[in-house]
């Protein structure tokens, strides 16, 4: 068990540009979420798969957000036309559906710089 | 609606120190609660965790206890030591259209000096 991993960890680009980031979930969890986390504030939902369905979207996803979870593996968050607002670490985590009792385990981030 | 809020950072303390993080939170229902630390550069990584009234999460020296009549879920350690210089959040987890959803206060910075 190798955790939760996301590429890249640091990210800079240019306003109107579009950027993908890559989560990795631990093996066998078949939960996954995104959460943004912008400096001095703790970390704000956005968007939920249960396998590779996405059940439910935070009203900070706007549409230049969009994920995806093919095969309900791996998961990639891309945001299209940048803005300088979008500077953030974006947060992957993903649990294991126990009933009520899971744990979401999280991974690095990646980190968001717009100029 | 469901909400976390903490105390402000950052807390400063010299290491062996006794620490407390106040954490409160609103909530419909019953919800578990959880104390993750952010190091620097890192993700998060859950501390520790409470599923119920009166219990009573800990890990690595660190304790909260899940007061239901007081809504909180303050976080105490006995001794600090420089390495658990970190931030701090403190977060609730709410059942929300058939899923889990974890709320997030804002954090606490904690600076631990020699």
């Known amino acids: 068990d190798t955790g939760v991993s996301q590429n890249p960890r640091h990210k800079i680009t240019k306003r109107g540009q579009n950027v993908t980031f890559r989560c990795d979930p631990i093996?066998?969890?078949?939960?996954l979420y995104w959460y943004r986390q912008t400096l001095g504030q703790g970390p704000e939902f956005l968007t939920y798969?249960?396998?590779?369905?996405?059940?439910?979207k935070s009203r900070l996803l706007s549409d230049r957000f969009s994920a995806e979870r093919p095969k309900g593996s791996f998961s990639t968050l891309e945001i299209q036309r940048t803005e300088q607002g979008d500077s953030a670490m974006y947060l992957c985590a993903s649990s294991l559906d126990r009933g009520g009792t899971e744990t979401q385990y999280f991974g690095p981030g990646t980190r968001l710089l717009v100029l | 609606g469901d909400s976390v809020t903490q105390m402000e950072g950052p807390v400063t303390l010299s290491e062996e120190a006794f620490l407390t993080i106040n954490c409160t939170y609103t909530a419909t229902g019953y919800p578990s609660l959880f104390w993750y630390v952010q190091y620097p550069g890192e993700g998060l990584q859950l501390l520790l965790k409470a599923t119920k009234a009166d219990d009573k999460g800990s890990n690595k020296g660190f304790e909260a206890t899940y007061r239901k009549e007081t809504t909180s879920f303050h976080l105490e350690k006995g001794s600090v030591q420089v390495s658990d210089s970190a931030v701090y959040f403190c977060a609730l987890r709410v059942l929300s259209g058939g899923y889990n959803k974890l709320i997030f206060g804002a954090g606490t910075r904690l600076a631990v000096h020699p």
């Open positions: 798969f249960q396998n590779e369905a996405q059940l439910e």
């Open positions: 093996s066998e969890h078949n939960r």
